[in-house]
């Protein structure tokens, strides 16, 4: 009787670990910044609204909200459109604290059938300040609107490049899995592996850090964007003493009922 009940609370113990687990877990995948722009009033202008601006803090270059049905989740997305030389987006969102660690950065982007001129870019920087101040691009995402392919420009040493073909008429993900603490990423474009190297290069201002996205248009067609997404994915502690009892446990379990 005695080594039944240890065996049901050992179970039970095994259970309660397995579902904080879990549930550590997914709270460590909970985002640590989104930006849906549903907030904003659609047509709205979005530099000076939840941190964004323009390039180099230019607000003759800022981007539009634009209401459904180009929306990944209702009602906003963000308009990346350029008509002419002095008409064009470039979008700047900034972060100080991400230096280290792994972190996911991903958003959703659509691109109409009718989107064939130019080319539109997506980039994170790792350093970035205004004006004179040091930038440096760590991934700078092409998307040739002309030729329907989606290219990584930043082609540092050992760097697996692989162009993808672009797709139309759908939302689809974007993601950049990025190890700050060794110097590594691996980007996505709508599931599939496009890019994979070192996160920044070994330029002057290169820097440990994800510190900005930047949406830009030269002279093309819309682009749009939304749930920007920043993730941070610790690794902590408990979720290891927790699987590490769970195994001891289960192996123990499996010894005393063979």
């Known amino acids: 009787m005695m080594a ?16 904080a687990c879990c549930l550590i877990t997914a709270s460590a995948w909970a985002a640590d910044y989104l930006e849906n722009f549903d907030t904003y009033v659609p047509g709205s202008i979005v530099g000076g609204q939840g941190g964004w601006k323009g390039w180099d803090n230019d607000p003759l270059v800022v981007a539009t909200t634009y209401a459904t049905p180009f929306g990944y989740s209702p009602l906003n997305s963000v308009f990346i459109y350029g008509s002419s030389g002095t ?7 900034e972060w100080g604290g991400y230096v280290s660690g792994h972190v996911v950065f991903s958003a959703r982007q659509y691109i109409p059938t009718t989107s064939t001129a130019g080319t539109s870019y997506f980039i994170l920087l790792d350093n970035y300040h205004d004006g004179a101040g ?49 110097n590594t990423a691996t980007s996505y474009y709508n599931g599939q592996v496009f890019s994979q190297g070192p996160w920044h290069g070994t330029g002057v201002n290169a820097i440990n850090a994800l510190m900005a996205v930047d949406l830009y248009s030269d002279v093309s067609h819309p682009v749009y964007y939304d ?21 001891i446990a289960g192996a123990w379990l499996r010894r005393k009922n063979a």
């Open 134 to 182: 040091a930038k440096d691009w760590a991934a700078q995402t092409t998307f040739n609107l002309a030729t329907g392919k989606v290219h990584e420009d930043n082609s540092y040493t050992g760097t697996v490049r692989t162009d993808r073909d672009i797709v139309r008429n759908q939302w689809v993900e974007i993601e950049y899995d990025i190890f700050l603490t060794g």
């Open 4 to 19: 039944r009940m240890k065996t049901q609370t050992l179970k039970s113990l095994c259970a309660t670990g397995a579902i």
């Open 87 to 93: 008409s064009y987006t470039d979008l700047v969102h």
């Open 227 to 247: 749930d920007i997404k920043i993730t941070v994915i610790p690794e902590p502690a408990s979720v290891t003493l927790f699987a590490v009892f769970g195994l």
